[in-house]
């Protein structure tokens, strides 16, 4: 039976944590640490819509955990395991064995198990991970608690996938290919932040989201944001276009108090936060450059476009 050989052969290695029962059977188990509320979330890959069709087999492993993992951080949890749907158009052991070691790579880098999944043959390949996690009860950071007079702050830098899908064997690929969940960052976040998002569809209209959803508006600073060296040799028309409309970044997007930040600054963080902008009562999104009011209209991706 070949789907159970690329199972055995490919997706039932030890789990790395307490997990009560995880590959080989109808389903697997998991005992709640007591007081946590449970976080899933999925995230679909098309080849040829999310990727090209010739991209390395182990950045797609990487990145479909990746993005999985920054949804459960940008709710303030803990990534725990994950299970995989997987849909193949033929048995490539050269593409499963790359595509196998990204993904545990990935799993292995933020203690998060492979724990169960499906395998079937379509026409299309299609990588369907579901992520699982946990947080205290009443803890998680949604998109709806942004208050008038917040900080907005991003992690990292933006724009640089965007860059690189335009630049393609630019050293910036390397986030294009192989983003980073801010796993370690969320998890801080949780005791700070009142709204957060992570950045997948482009800043403003992730922003858009947490500002909808507060109902709220902003004030974002284009001075402020955090722009790789390499980008900033372009315009800075043609940068902010890719720092606010370019995807697939995975940073975290999130509002505190001006106290809060205050204190978050004082932690130690493995990775850079940078203020952006402030939350305001009047419901839009307004942006200033050099002091200035300054009209743009961004869209982000959009799946049905
Ligand atoms: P069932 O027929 O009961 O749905 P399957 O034959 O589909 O079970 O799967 C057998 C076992 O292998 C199950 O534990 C399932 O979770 C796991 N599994 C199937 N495909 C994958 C995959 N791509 N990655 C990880 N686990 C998988
Ligand atoms: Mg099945």
Not at 21 to 37: E, H
Not at 189 to 216: T, W
Not at 257 to 283: A, N
Request: hydrophobic share 40%; proline share 5%; with cysteine.
């Amino acid at each position: 039976m070949a789907e159970f050989s690329i199972i055995d052969t490919y997706f039932n290695r030890k789990n790395l944590n307490a997990i009560d029962l995880g590959v080989g059977d109808d389903s697997a188990l998991l005992t709640p640490p007591s007081q946590q509320q449970l976080v899933i979330c999925a995230d679909t890959l098309v080849a040829g819509r999310h990727f090209p069709l010739n991209t390395n087999p182990h950045a797609i492993g990487w990145k479909s955990v990746a993005v999985n993992l920054s949804d459960i951080a940008a709710m303030g949890a803990t990534p725990q395991s994950i299970l995989l749907a997987l849909s193949l158009p033929q048995i490539d052991h050269a593409w499963l064995k790359g595509f196998s070691q990204g993904l545990y790579d990935c799993c292995d880098q933020f203690g998060v198990s492979l724990i169960g999944g499906d395998t079937t043959q379509s026409p299309h390949l299609t990588i369907s991970v579901t992520a699982l996690g946990w947080i205290e009860q009443n803890k998680a950071v949604k998109r709806s608690g942004a208050q008038v007079g917040d900080y907005i702050c991003v992690s990292g830098t933006v724009g640089d996938a965007a860059f690189a899908l335009h630049h393609l064997g630019h050293p910036l690929q390397q986030r294009l290919d192989y983003p980073t969940p801010r796993c370690h960052l969320g998890h801080l976040l949780k005791d700070y932040a009142h709204s957060m998002i992570d950045v997948s569809d482009g800043l403003a209209q992730d922003l858009g989201h947490i500002l909808k959803a507060s109902q709220v508006g902003a004030i974002l600073e284009l001075d402020l944001l955090p722009i790789s060296p390499a980008l900033k040799t372009l315009s800075s028309e043609q940068y902010t276009q890719y720092a606010l409309a370019g995807g697939d970044d995975y940073e975290l997007c999130f509002t505190l108090s001006p106290k809060q930040y205050d204190e978050l600054l004082k932690q130690k963080l493995d990775i850079k936060i940078t203020k952006i902008g402030k939350v305001i009562s009047e419901q839009t999104l307004n942006f200033v450059q050099h002091g200035n009011p300054i009209l743009l209209k961004f869209n982000g991706y959009q799946h049905f476009a």
